[in-house]
């Protein structure tokens, strides 16, 4: 596991490399313009990239409203998967979420995404519905999954948010 990672705020600069993860792990990749939407224009909208050796390897975005946090999309690099660095990743996005005041986190999942699932799982989340045809490409459903962050200590003051 990679031990000197770096995680801070998405930047315009960096979204040439996001949607390259992108297309790397979605089978409808987000655009470069929703990205530069989401940095832009949404204000309840938190991205950050996950970087080694000044590379960004992974990305995790998420609306926090109120006290909500829900993850839009979350990736790591195809050639650095399996090194337990989602589960870095998200509990990053969990800690960051939790340092803007949300003290609950939702995502949707593919039902048919064991992996991500049982990672969902190690972390807290909760099955709590199905969102019925949610994913465009095949119909194929969500799993809604729910997460509480009361256990979640804020955010460090060296982070750059």
Same mark, same amino acid.
């Given at each position: 596991?990679?031990?000197?990672?770096?995680?801070?705020?998405?930047?315009?600069?960096?979204?040439?490399?996001?949607?390259?993860?992108?297309?790397?792990?979605?089978?409808?990749?987000?655009?470069?313009?929703?990205?530069?939407?989401?940095?832009?224009?949404?204000?309840?909208?938190?991205?950050?990239?996950?970087?080694?050796?000044?590379?960004?390897?992974?990305?995790? #975005?998420?609306?926090?409203?109120?006290? %909500?946090?829900? =993850?839009? !999309?979350?990736?790591?690099?195809?050639?650095? *998967?399996?090194? /337990?660095?989602?589960?870095?990743?998200?509990?990053?996005?969990?800690?960051?979420?939790?340092?803007? #005041?949300?003290?609950?986190?939702?995502? %949707?999942?593919? =039902?048919? !995404?064991?992996?991500?699932?049982?990672?969902? *799982?190690?972390? /807290?989340?909760?099955?709590?519905?199905?969102?019925?045809?949610?994913?465009?490409?095949?119909?194929?459903?969500?799993?809604?999954?729910?997460?509480?962050?009361?256990?979640?200590?804020?955010?460090?003051?060296?982070?750059?948010?």
């Amino acid at each position: 596991m990679l031990s000197d990672l770096v995680f801070r705020s998405m930047t315009k600069l960096d979204i040439p490399y996001i949607v390259a993860i992108e297309h790397e792990a979605f089978a409808t990749p987000w655009t470069p313009e929703a990205f530069q939407n989401e940095l832009t224009s949404n204000m309840f909208a938190r991205y950050m990239v996950m970087e080694h050796d000044g590379q960004i390897i992974g990305y995790g #975005g998420m609306w926090v409203i109120v006290d %909500e946090a829900h =993850v839009t !999309n979350i990736a790591v690099r195809a050639d650095h *998967r399996g090194q /337990g660095l989602g589960e870095r990743l998200l509990t990053e996005l969990q800690r960051t979420a939790a340092f803007f #005041g949300a003290n609950k986190m939702t995502l %949707e999942v593919r =039902v048919s !995404n064991e992996i991500a699932q049982g990672l969902y *799982r190690k972390l /807290g989340f909760k099955p709590s519905g199905i969102r019925p045809a949610y994913y465009s490409d095949n119909n194929e459903d969500a799993l809604i999954m729910w997460a509480d962050l009361n256990s979640y200590q804020p955010a460090t003051e060296e982070q750059e948010w």
